[in-house]
């Protein structure tokens, strides 16, 4: 599912999603990394230009009430990732291409991986 629809699933099934039903504000404290020129160009414009990795994302409602997360991609349009995964997931989700999230983790592990993962889409 893309995630620009991930309103109208929630409609459908007459569910909440997450965010409405729990604010889950971030917690801890991240570290602004530049997504790299690899990445931007597998997911396109719509790519954030950065996002804030924390050692552990902590993201709660209340004082008493905190979960950790891999990633959480907030209202103000801001990605905090805890590991590589979740960096990979939430620039995909956030860039509108879920399904490259794979990809995108792979180049985030190694960059010079591009062509060969470009010559693996030509049959997408």
Do not use: K
């Not at 996002?51 to 004082?63: R, T």
């Amino acid at each position: 599912m893309r995630p620009a629809r991930a309103a109208d699933l929630a409609e459908l099934l007459q569910v909440r999603r997450l965010s409405e039903a729990v604010a889950a504000e971030v917690r801890s404290e991240g570290v602004r990394h530049e997504v790299p020129e690899a990445v931007r160009v597998l997911l396109g414009p719509a790519t954030p230009e950065s996002y804030l990795e924390h050692e552990e994302l902590l993201v709660g409602d209340g004082p008493d009430a905190t979960a950790e997360l891999d990633w959480r991609w907030t209202p103000d349009g801001t990605l905090h990732a805890a590991t590589l995964e979740g960096v990979a997931a939430g620039l995909a989700w956030a860039a509108g291409q879920w399904p490259r999230r794979f990809e995108v983790a792979a180049l985030l592990e190694d960059p010079d991986r591009g062509e060969e993962l470009a010559r693996a889409r030509w049959f997408d």
